[in-house]
């Protein structure tokens, strides 16, 4: 069984695609960069809080009640 052949290849576009591809694939990056950016960010904030609430819990759990950080509770409204 003979292998099809590949295709043909064409010439470069002497258009100026390739300043356009480069243009693409670079906002791409940076796009991709911001997400990365975000979610380590993300990442960072939520461990910080659950590390506060822990120290928070442990605090509680020994009993001491009144050198403990504050613990916010949100207002329920009118």
């Keep these: 069984m003979a292998l099809p052949d590949p295709p043909a290849t064409t010439p470069e576009d002497p258009s100026g695609s390739e ?13 991709a960069l ?14 910080n809080g659950m590390a506060e609430f822990r120290a928070a819990q442990e605090c509680l759990a ?3 009640r ?7 509770v ?3 409204g009118p």
């Design 34 to 47: 911001a997400v990365v950016l975000l979610l380590i960010a993300c990442g960072l904030w939520l461990a």
């Design 66 to 72: 009144g050198t403990c950080a504050a613990i916010r």
């Design 19 to 31: 300043a356009d591809d480069y243009r693409h694939r670079m906002t791409t990056n940076i796009v």
């Design 62 to 64: 020994m009993g001491a």
């Design 74 to 76: 949100p207002d329920r």
